[in-house]
């Protein structure tokens, strides 16, 4: 495929947000640099507190569908043991809280396992908003997102549907808010995102853990 991966979103979708488009990286790139300054002390002491924590690697790999349903590994800091099945969702796991290591559980609560992200986006295999990249066997969510353009766009470390409900919402719910994000693209609801999902982290809302008891904002 003959496309370059900061494309974001293919032209028959809305060729008015191009120029915002280019801007999102901008914004994607320097945020990124930002917060990895301002944050490795923080990741330094995450790193060291895994290690002693459990065995295993610190950083846990996962095989997610990007723009164009072209595939990548999303990087996390890893919260669970290594014998735990990979390619299924938390939420859908039978007692996940058997798997979750110790330090992993206060990760998994503050959202912060999820801070490798900022490698995928430096990369630009996700941005900071947009559709959260489904799991590659998650084949009824992909498919129902090709209804919207959903696929073609950079999926992100959070979206439209993540602060509107997740994984409480249906596939088709679900692919169908992905859809409205493609269709309103652009800086107001980027920045709407993101604030809503810094209120959701911090209030601990929207948070569930296992057979949709509790939920987290981003997964």
Known sequence: MNKTRYSYIKLNIKTEAMPYLKVKRAIDLILSLAVLII??????IIIVAIKFDSKGPILFKQKRVGIYKTYFNILKFRTMQVDTPKEMPTHLLDSPEQYI??????LRKSSLDELPQIFNII??????????????NQYDLIEERDKYDANDVTPGLTGWSQINGRDALKISNKAKMDGEYVKKIGLLIDAKCILKTILKVTEKSDIVEGNGKTQRVIK
């Open 101 to 106: 290591t110790n330090f992993g559980k206060l």
């Open 39 to 44: 944050l490795s002390p923080l990741l330094l």
């Open 123 to 136: 990369k630009g295999e996700m941005s900071f908003v947009g559709p959260r990249p489904a799991l590659w």
